[in-house]
């Protein structure tokens, strides 16, 4: 399975835009880039995904660079119940295993 | 409301001794599956099944056996084979018939093993 790079920890200050990011160099082209966030002591929320294309939900939006190489979770305005794991996942459609890999995301912080 | 659901949610149990966690979805989705989340760590795939009667392996599966006889029901058993059973185990639904797809997870169960 393709990889995905966060970094560890990042901070915000609510009410602000928080740009969390996520490399995927190996990514191929039927890769889906997909987002999940997990609170303290929850399952994890699906929170957005994309292929090609830049992405907007409700939750957040999802840029995606031109060469797919990376991509990055834009929550537009964070709120202290943003404060999860955010991870950055790559799955392959149209395979039999139908398997997400989560690997140790990144941790936001959200300053009051 | 539909969901998934996990009990229970703390769960004690002594060394040597089989334990079962239940999952139940209400959301007609065909395909379940088994994660463990250890400390400050990722999730790891147990198991997961795409249909009724049939399931496969993840990353983890040593010392975990699955079911999978009613569509809404996808029960884990840790056997006493499982060298390091305390974790937060959790359980996941989806669609499978589409070219990619979100998951839906419930709220986990805690297991501690001593």
């Known amino acids: 399975d393709a990889k995905t790079t966060q970094p560890n920890s990042m901070e915000s200050n609510e009410e602000e835009p928080v740009h969390l990011p996520c490399n995927h160099s190996?990514?191929?082209?039927?890769?889906?880039i997909h987002w999940y966030r997990q609170l303290p002591s929850q399952g994890p929320e699906y929170v957005i995904h994309?292929?090609?294309s830049n992405v907007n939900n409700r939750m957040a939006s999802l840029a995606i660079a031109e060469d797919r190489k990376s991509s990055t979770l834009i929550l537009h305005r964070a709120t202290l119940r943003d404060a999860a794991v955010y991870y950055c996942?790559?799955?392959?459609?149209?395979?039999?295993?139908?398997?997400?890999?989560f690997g140790k995301g990144t941790l936001l912080t959200v300053n009051p | 409301d539909g969901g998934i659901t996990q009990s229970p949610k703390y769960l004690f149990r002594k060394e040597g001794q089989n334990v079962t966690l239940s999952c139940e979805q209400n959301?007609?989705?065909?395909?379940m599956y088994w994660y463990r989340q250890d400390p400050g760590q990722g999730l790891r795939l147990i198991y997961y099944?795409?249909?009724?009667?049939?399931?496969q392996k993840g990353d983890i599966a040593e010392g975990y056996s699955v079911s999978r006889e009613k569509k809404e029901s996808f029960p884990l058993t840790v056997t006493s084979a499982q060298k390091n059973p305390t974790a937060f185990y959790l359980c996941?639904?989806?669609?499978?018939?589409?070219?990619?797809?979100?998951?839906?997870f419930g709220p986990g169960t805690r297991l501690t093993v001593t």
């Open positions: 996941a639904s989806s669609y499978r018939d589409r070219p990619t797809y979100e998951q839906y």
């Open positions: 190996t990514i191929s082209g039927t890769d889906y």
């Open positions: 994309g292929l090609t």
């Open positions: 996942i790559l799955e392959r459609s149209g395979g039999s295993n139908y398997k997400l890999t």
């Open positions: 959301l007609n989705h065909d395909a």
């Open positions: 099944s795409q249909i009724v009667n049939d399931f």
